[in-house]
């Protein structure tokens, strides 16, 4: 149901939902950026339209708020374990078309791929996805390319132009918070980017071959193995388990999974002291394979989105989207060796 209202009215809803959801969704972090003289967009809880950024792309997906950073997964006490408290309320997430194809990845993992993990499930089966239209492409975003520039797969979608908020409703819980409101029937139809200006070109002749291109040592040479690209991508989802105990009784404490990375130091150490992918440029072959080759064999469709997150956040300035360009030229290199 496509339905206009004033923003201030949009309010009064979120606060009718407040003893049931909370509102996750792009909000600026003063102070938060890269130095503490600079912003940053993330995802956080928000209560009023007018905290929701609209106009930026967030530096961190929404995978922040169904795979928290950090995550007890239970506390142990002496010959006892005890589950936390599970939240109480459901996610209301804002977010755009991109992250909501990365939506279906993580499903995929999580959900899909064998075994349905418990404490994502929990979260997942409780949310609810509100599209966020974008009427032009953001610099480093090449989601054309990776075919994740516009779905139908929300349960509402939301334009606000000034005082007013266009909304298509599809979920009739959601619509059920609106039917006290005025309101005027109108038809939404949301923004979506058509053309971006950077562009991707993934070889349809790509293969294991080019594990052997002498294209990856750029990134021996370049990445520093911060994991950020890791961090900020809607669709990686690896993480670690940690057992933190207590200083006052060692068999006290909890059990934790924390995001992990395939870039990061010491995520492939195996006990006994060996590691595979030790080089960064091995590292950064295993994403960009990952992205675009084994997970396509896998799922039919690349890991990769295109959000261009990766590239915003790097510090050494690699680009992602450069990275899957080169991969023509270097599968010309491997079967020219052959």
């Known amino acids: 149901m496509g339905i206009k209202l004033r923003v201030s009215d949009l309010n009064s809803v979120f606060n009718k939902m407040s003893p049931k959801f909370k509102v996750f969704a792009p909000k600026n972090f ?64 804002f977010l755009r078309s991109c992250d909501i194809h990365a939506l279906k990845r993580f499903d995929d993992i999580y959900l899909r791929n064998g075994f349905e993990d418990p404490y994502y499930k929990r979260i997942r089966e409780k949310a609810k996805f ?27 979608y939301i334009k606000v132009d000034e005082d007013f908020a266009y909304l298509d409703i599809k ?22 980017v058509t ?37 900020v991508c809607p669709t990686c989802t690896c993480y670690s388990m940690q057992d933190i105990f207590s ?14 990375g395939c870039q990061v130091p010491g995520f492939t150490s195996m006990a006994g002291g060996h590691e595979f992918r030790k080089a960064n440029g091995e590292k950064m072959r295993f994403k960009i394979m990952h992205k675009v080759y084994d997970y396509k064999k896998r799922w039919g469709y690349h890991m990769c989105v295109g959000c ?31």
């Open 171 to 192: 979920d009739k819980e959601l619509l059920s918070y609106f039917e006290d409101i005025k309101k005027v029937d109108e038809e939404i139809i949301p923004e979506i």
């Open 130 to 156: 509100i599209l966020i239209g974008c009427n032009k492409s953001f610099d480093s975003c090449f989601c054309v390319s990776m075919g994740t520039n516009k779905t139908d797969e929300y349960d509402a």
């Open 30 to 93: 003063e102070g938060k950026g890269r130095s503490s003289d600079t912003d940053m967009v993330r995802y956080g809880e928000v209560k009023d339209v007018s905290e929701i950024v609209f106009d930026k792309k967030s530096a961190f997906s929404p995978k922040e708020v169904l795979l928290p950073i950090t995550q007890t997964i239970f506390f142990f006490a002496e010959d006892k374990c005890l589950e936390p408290n599970e939240e109480t309320h459901a996610p209301i997430i």
């Open 195 to 231: 053309s971006n200006d950077v562009k991707v070109n993934v070889p349809s002749d790509l293969d294991q071959r080019i594990f052997k291109s002498k294209m990856w040592d750029e990134y021996s040479e370049r990445c520093i193995a911060c994991g950020r690209c890791n961090f």
């Open 247 to 260: 200083d006052d009784n060692p068999k006290v404490g909890e059990r934790r999974r924390v995001w992990a």
């Open 308 to 338: 261009g997150r990766c590239d915003d956040i790097c510090p050494e300035y690699i680009s992602v989207a450069g990275c899957i360009n080169k991969l023509k030229d270097a599968m010309d290199e491997v079967k020219n060796n052959d």
